[in-house]
């Protein structure tokens, strides 16, 4: 069965930093694009980040560029984001996501708040 398994998620205050992780199984992970999507109560779910090509292309959100970082570890099944200077507004439900052509699955979801 496909999974997605998220991790990582938390409660941290502003300016703090956290490291999501994306742990992949029942398909072929080397093969697919990732990315992390992000969505906070009563907005529409956003694209965060994307990278392909085995961490040789990656692109972000304006409102992330600079402070989030992904990456991969395809011997690892495995996709992170991490996250520095975290503001009040990156506080949301990060979801990871896997593409190859139009097959696409999703994860479950790992809360991220960012609070004093």
């Known amino acids: 069965q496909v999974q997605l398994v998220e991790s990582g998620g938390g409660l941290v205050q502003p300016g703090g930093s956290l490291r999501l992780s994306c742990a992949a199984s029942?398909?072929?992970?080397?093969?697919?694009?990732m990315s992390w999507y992000r969505q906070a109560p009563g907005k529409e779910r956003e694209l965060v980040a994307v990278i392909a090509s085995a961490g040789g292309s990656t692109n972000y959100a304006d409102s992330v560029k600079g402070r989030f970082t992904i990456s991969r570890d395809n011997a690892k099944n495995t996709v992170y984001l991490e996250m520095n200077s975290l503001k009040p507004e990156d506080t949301a439900v990060y979801y990871c996501?896997?593409?190859?052509?139009?097959?696409?699955?999703w994860g479950q979801g790992t809360q991220v708040t960012v609070s004093s």
């Open positions: 996501h896997a593409r190859r052509i139009s097959r696409v699955y």
């Open positions: 029942g398909f072929t992970f080397s093969s697919y694009v």
